[in-house]
């Protein structure tokens, strides 16, 4: 589709405008039950990038979410429409080894970049439970880890001939848009004087030293380098706190329009920090809790792994079994798991960084007396140094 047809086709809706859209879909509409008028429709845009709704009717609820020609909370910030269509990619491509862990994909309109999800009703959002020091970190972690290592297998050369996995990068290359956020937030911002940073005044020393210690600046450097060469399996790409709800009996990674081909340890390293400022931020018990999650998230990505390594299909062109053996942890697959933890590590700092640092920043503090905050958050930043500039952390 043309750009001058998406201009002509594509509008913003409004409560009322998602409402039409959903009485216009014969089976959304017949899943929330009852007259269109009797549907109750709650705007609820929590992120920076798009804006979401819920629906609820006599039967059922849903969850819509449209794509703005701009950042929701910088209108100034012009951005293509394109990031529900990659969210809907995603969905589709990780529902097969994740289903359950993720809501249920329902429908997306090309042209109105609207897509349509289950909606994950009674459920949290994680970071808010980690900031009221609620929550079970320990069993989110778990899940969590046993559903990237899924991913990490499901998605890569390890079960798939490489033809599958070139076609599957096909689509989220053209990714461009989000990924140059997270080249630039993630990757560059934070170590220059830029505009959009901002971070609290105790951390002022740190972060000189963030823009002058050439040693930080190698091994960002070396892990920008592994993150845009190694197209290791499919990724969420902002897989922090913020992006997991959490309810009785449900934990699901929502928000996947930065999907895209990367290494492994990426989507670790990012879930990694996210809980490594919520535990500075916390009180000594609950504290030690966050961080024992941690090490329960590294072990149940290394057994779902190696599991599902076990049983791979024999078509993985990455270590065929013929070469490798498929019952046993052989020097391959030891030595690889090495290497993800290694950059999960080096992408962990990025995180807490960039989150402090830089642009989009991390709830976890707001609750704190601001001299205490700032001492927290200090903290936080020099641990996420001191992982910086380990010499294993990029391998070198």
């Known amino acids: 589709m043309s750009s ?8 913003t809706l409004d409560a009322d405008g998602v409402r039409d859209f959903i009485a216009a879909h014969p089976a959304l509409a017949q899943r929330l039950g009852g007259p269109s008028t009797e549907w109750s429709v709650r705007e609820v845009s929590d992120g920076n990038l798009n804006m979401v709704w819920l629906l609820h009717g006599s039967h059922g609820s849903l969850c819509v979410k449209q794509s703005l020609p701009h950042v929701r909370v910088d209108p100034a910030w012009k951005m293509p429409l394109d990031r529900t269509f990659f969210e809907a990619a995603w969905l589709r491509a990780a529902t097969p080894f994740v ?5 249920d994909f329902l429908h997306f309109d090309q042209d109105m970049y609207v897509l349509v999800t289950e909606c994950l009703d009674d459920c949290v959002i994680f970071s808010r439970l980690l900031s009221d020091g609620q929550g079970d970190p ?13 991913l990490a297998v499901g998605t890569s050369y390890l079960s798939s001939p490489f033809e599958k996995v070139w076609e ?83 934990i699901a990674v929502i928000d996947g329009e ?11 390293g990012l879930f990694i920090g996210s809980l490594v400022m919520a535990a500075f931020s916390a009180e000594s018990v609950y504290r030690d809790q966050i961080f024992q999650s941690i090490d329960i998230f590294k072990e149940s990505f290394r057994t779902e792994f190696l599991g ?14 013929s070469l490798s053996g ?30 402090l640092t830089g642009y989009a920043h991390t709830p976890y503090f707001a609750h704190l007396p601001e001299a205490l905050s700032g001492e927290r958050q200090a903290e936080a930043l020099s641990f996420a140094l001191s992982l910086l500039t380990e010499d294993q952390v990029s391998g070198g």
Not at 258 to 268: M, T
């Open 168 to 250: 599957q990068e096909r689509v989220f290359l053209k990714n461009k848009s989000l990924t140059r956020i997270t080249v630039d937030l993630i990757f560059t911002d934070p170590y220059i004087d830029h505009p959009r940073n901002h971070f609290h005044p105790a951390l002022a020393p740190l972060v000189e030293r963030l823009r002058a210690d050439q040693k930080i600046h190698r091994a960002v450097c070396a892990l920008q380098q592994i993150f845009l060469t190694s197209k290791e399996c499919l990724l969420h790409g902002d897989l922090h706190a913020g992006s997991i709800m959490v309810g009785n009996d449900k």
């Open 99 to 103: 289903r359950g862990g993720i809501p």
């Open 4 to 11: 001058a047809v998406q201009i002509q086709t594509y509008r």
């Open 138 to 150: 320990i069993s989110v972690a778990r899940e969590i880890g046993c559903l990237t290592a899924r």
């Open 308 to 321: 599902c390594w076990s049983r791979r299909p024999d078509n993985g062109d990455l270590a065929p079994c």
């Open 258 to 268: 930065f999907a895209l081909s990367g290494p492994v340890g990426f989507d670790c």
């Open 326 to 355: 498929r019952d046993q942890e052989d020097a391959f697959i030891s030595s690889y798991l090495e290497k993800i933890f290694r950059e999960a590590r080096g992408f962990s700092a990025l995180e807490i960084i960039r989150r």
